[in-house]
């Protein structure tokens, strides 16, 4: 049975989430808090994260991001890029948080790596989580997104970020586990954002497609899963077939957009980036 999630300081959740203790709106300005989410592994998750944002700094917007997997961190490998401090030291209260980021040149944005190679923060309580968000928040006046890359699954400190992000985009494959773990995933952040008495904003990327026809039927099928059991309708964001030129960036630690700017990927991406802020 998954442990329930419950802000032990709604009045700090409530300022995280843009709202006063009240239920008002907040009248501070603050990024949009987005998380990017899988049901399961090897789905591409960090590398979509990594190549939104990179799409969304060319649409000229500040974009920083979290590398939230806390034990099994890799976008700063993804990119090559081996900073001296990481999250780690952050929620150990060893270095204030803008000491933390680092400008990724080469996209645009700024990252703050994961701590990768240890399971010490896997477990990493709602209130440090409460807290870190509210540094992020109150040091990135700016940033107009905040993308957290979470780690994969279902364990209580991806619930937490989940529920307290504005959107989920909810990253998937066409294998009936990813599906199902997908729906896993959905159920839960209904539960916890019910909780919270906020609504649901979840959608949809079906990566290494076969084909479109092939992804659209397989997020018709989560989609009717999730309005017949959760009444949830989350909407397609967008789908990517399978490019070797993705492998390519990875392999060399490159981003997709500056090594292969013209491929089929490199455009699916953009097309995601664009509709995620037009809405």
């Not at 807290?131 to 937490?160: C, K």
């Not at 070797?244 to 392999?251: C, D, K, M």
Request: proline share 5%.
């Amino acid at each position: 049975m998954q442990p329930e999630i419950v802000a032990s300081t709604p009045q700090i959740t409530m300022r995280h989430l843009g709202r006063t203790k009240n239920g008002h709106p907040a009248a501070l300005k603050r990024p949009r808090l987005i998380a990017i989410a899988s049901g399961k592994g090897g789905v591409g998750k960090t590398w979509l994260s990594l190549t939104i944002a990179h799409a969304l700094s060319g649409r000229r917007r500040r974009v920083l991001v979290v590398d939230a997997d806390f034990g099994l961190a890799n976008a700063d490998i993804q990119l090559g890029h081996l900073p001296g401090v990481d999250l780690g030291a952050v929620l150990r209260q060893e270095i204030p948080l803008r000491d933390c980021i680092f400008p990724i040149e080469a996209g645009g944005f700024d990252l703050i790596a994961g701590q990768s190679g240890s399971g010490a923060f896997a477990d990493t309580t709602p209130n440090a989580i409460n807290l870190l968000l509210e540094r992020l928040i109150d040091s990135a006046g700016e940033y107009d997104l905040i993308l957290f890359d979470l780690g994969t699954g279902v364990e209580r400190t991806m619930r937490h970020l989940s529920a307290l992000a504005d959107t989920v985009i909810l990253v998937i494959t066409e294998d009936p586990a990813s599906l199902t773990d997908a729906y896993a995933v959905l159920k839960l952040l209904k539960h916890d954002r019910t909780a919270f008495g906020l609504p649901v904003d979840a959608r949809i990327v079906v990566n290494q497609t076969n084909s479109e026809t092939s992804a659209k039927r397989a997020h018709a099928a989560l989609a009717k899963a999730a309005r017949g059991f959760l009444r949830l309708d989350p909407p397609l964001l967008g789908t990517i077939e399978r490019d070797q030129s993705v492998n390519e960036a990875i392999r060399g630690q490159k981003l997709l957009l500056a090594q292969f700017p013209q491929s089929a990927a490199a455009d699916s991406v953009r097309a995601i980036a664009r509709r995620l802020i037009a809405r």
